[in-house]
Nanobody
């Protein structure tokens, strides 16, 4: 059974940093494009960042460019999201996503940024 398990969320003040991790129980992890999405209360889930499976090409939402960094460690089947200079509008549940022939989602981890 495929599982994506996020960790690293929490409460942080404006300007602070957090690093999210997503451990994936995927046999062919390196074949998947990995991504992070988020959903704030009352809003739709939105794309945050992704990293391709082969050469690690990254993509970011405009709202997080220059502040967030996505990376992956194929040897550990883990994808990371380093979040710096956090803002209150970054408050959301953050979900890990794996895409190949199918799409998998994690259960989410809460990130709260206080002003």
């Amino acid at each position: 059974q495929v599982q994506l398990v996020e960790s690293g969320g929490g409460l942080v003040q404006t300007g602070g940093s957090l690093k999210l991790s997503c451990a994936a129980s995927l046999r062919t992890f390196s074949s998947y494009t990995m991504g992070w999405f988020r959903q704030a209360p009352g809003k739709e889930r939105e794309f945050v960042a992704s990293i391709s499976w082969r050469v690690g090409i990254t993509s970011y939402a405009d709202s997080v460019k220059g502040r967030f960094t996505i990376s992956r460690d194929n040897a550990k089947n883990t994808v990371y999201l380093q979040m710096d200079n956090l803002k209150p509008e970054d408050t959301a549940v953050y979900y890990c996503n794996a895409q190949y022939t199918v799409v998998y989602w994690g259960q989410g981890t809460q990130v709260t940024v206080s002003s």
